[in-house]
């Protein structure tokens, strides 16, 4: 069964980076569409990027206003998120969601996801 490994987050100041990978495990991800999600305590999960199996299409979501970057390496099987001038309110836990199909989404109809890995930005 395949799973999803995210890595990467911690605990950072405003206006630092960070980059989060995410990497299917005992399977390669090379025809999946792949996403990043992000989910505060108490609230609904939100979307973030998303960037298709070839990657040739990427698409975010409009707070991210060109502050974050997705990008995948088939040699790696990994999947990033390159996150930069990170604020506060970018404090979630951030998930990595795979469709087998090849294609995204906004809306969170993955076939698998991750566990998470919790992203804090400190004022």
């Known amino acids: 069964q395949v799973q999803l490994v995210e890595s990467g987050g911690g605990l950072v100041e405003a206006g630092d980076s960070l980059r989060l990978s995410c990497a299917p495990s005992g399977r390669t991800f090379r025809t999946y569409g792949m996403a990043w999600f992000r989910q505060v305590l108490g609230k609904e999960r939100e979307f973030v990027a998303a960037i298709n199996w070839s990657g040739q299409r990427t698409y975010y979501q409009d707070f991210i206003k060109g502050r974050f970057t997705i990008s995948r390496s088939s040699a790696k099987n990994t999947v990033y998120l390159q996150m930069n001038s990170l604020k506060p309110e970018d404090t979630a836990l951030y998930y990595c969601?795979?469709?087998?199909?090849?294609?995204?989404?906004?809306?969170?109809?993955?076939?698998?996801w991750g566990q998470g890995t919790q992203v804090t930005v400190s004022s």
């Open positions: 969601a795979a469709r087998f199909d090849g294609s995204v989404s906004s809306e969170d109809r993955y076939d698998i």
